[in-house]
């Protein structure tokens, strides 16, 4: 090894973007393993130490969750995504995610991507692609999938019209932002009642105290919530709020925790982070954080959904697609309506 410093560029490393585990081929979104660098490789100390790899994941592409039989350490230093699995949970530059063995774990790209290091303490997990000491979480019917799948379509939900709608110049227009605004404090006004009838509905201690925690931490949110409704009604806009209402009264309290937690919920929190300068300055003060108070509690929220069965999960999959399905056909018919004020 040469006594000089020297630079070895990213692209200058071979690149991987799938891996193939038991004759499935499974998605990596951009790896490269510093050992596939000749001049990296006689640097690092020995395999079984320690290993580094860059990563990358585009916006809305997915890293499975996945197991693998040693600790590991993700370094996000551009950008943002969601990690998945056993925590689910929004991470962004700067953030050090770390894995223990065995721990069920997965990624997706969030706006710009998801840029990390990864550095797995023993040989790389992807060292040798045909031999990838990795064991992916496959069947939908677990929470893990149930988790990534609802952060792919929270990450897709986020690239739609709705926050488009923000940054376009369309709320210049006093008319359209008046419009816009009341329709918001009557989303947010039955979002509360929707909360509140799954509330009243619910007979399962395990869910009932968990419900009543997240009807709490709404309260800092009444301040927004005008008795004020748009002039403007539209009967496809209620119907959609129809529709998520009347889930409340008519599913089991799994799947209705799966519309609040992993569809609602994340969507309003997203958008918040997104639109916060806006609503601000129209609304005439900051808007609260959101609603949950953070990813921790988030997770903590989605611990009642655990050990459910196979059937259970399968079930809940279905009904949180329908749940996102519906949420983008409204804020669509939303921006749809603000535009044409």
Not at 195 to 213: G, H, N, Y
Not at 217 to 223: K, M, P, Y
Request: some cysteine.
């Amino acid at each position: 090894m040469s006594s000089q410093s020297s630079v070895i560029s990213r692209e200058n490393i071979p690149v991987i973007k799938t891996v193939e585990v038991n004759n499935e081929v499974h998605n990596l979104g951009e790896l490269r393993d510093f050992r596939w660098s000749d001049q990296l490789r006689a640097f690092m100390p020995e395999a079984k130490e320690i290993s580094v790899s860059w990563v990358k994941l585009d916006q809305g592409e997915a890293l499975a969750p996945h197991l693998h039989p040693i600790q590991s350490m993700m370094i996000v230093y551009s950008g943002s995504g969601q990690l998945t699995g056993d925590l689910c949970r929004s991470i962004a530059k700067d953030d050090v995610v770390v894995v223990p063995a065995g721990c069920a774990h997965g990624f997706v790209g969030g706006p710009g991507g998801l840029w990390a290091l990864s550095i797995q303490f023993g040989e790389g997990l992807y060292t040798r692609p045909e031999k990838a000491r990795v064991v992916f979480v496959e069947d939908v019917q677990t929470l893990p999938a149930l988790a990534t799948y609802a952060a792919e379509r929270l990450s897709t939900f986020s690239r739609g019209a709705i926050f488009s709608l923000l940054d376009d110049g369309t709320l210049s227009a006093p008319v359209g932002r008046a419009f816009f605004l009341d329709a918001i404090r009557l989303l947010l006004a039955r979002y509360d009642s929707l909360l509140i009838a799954r509330q009243a509905t619910c007979r399962d201690e395990k869910f009932e105290s968990a419900f009543r925690s997240h009807l709490r931490a709404r309260a800092s949110l009444q301040a927004i919530v005008s008795v004020n409704v748009p002039g403007r009604r539209d009967s496809v806009l209620e119907a959609f709020l129809d529709w998520f209402s009347h889930q409340m009264y008519v599913l089991d309290n799994a799947e209705k925790a799966a519309i609040t937690y992993l569809v609602l919920e994340p969507a309003a929190q997203a958008y918040w982070r997104h639109g916060e300068g806006l609503l601000a300055q129209h609304l005439g003060h900051k808007p609260a954080s959101p609603t949950i108070g953070g990813s921790q509690s988030l997770a903590t929220y989605l611990e009642l959904l655990r050990n459910e069965s196979a059937e259970t999960y399968g079930r809940l999959r279905q009904i949180v697609q329908e749940a996102w399905d519906m949420l983008e056909a409204m804020t669509d018919r939303l921006v749809q309506l603000t535009r044409a004020v």
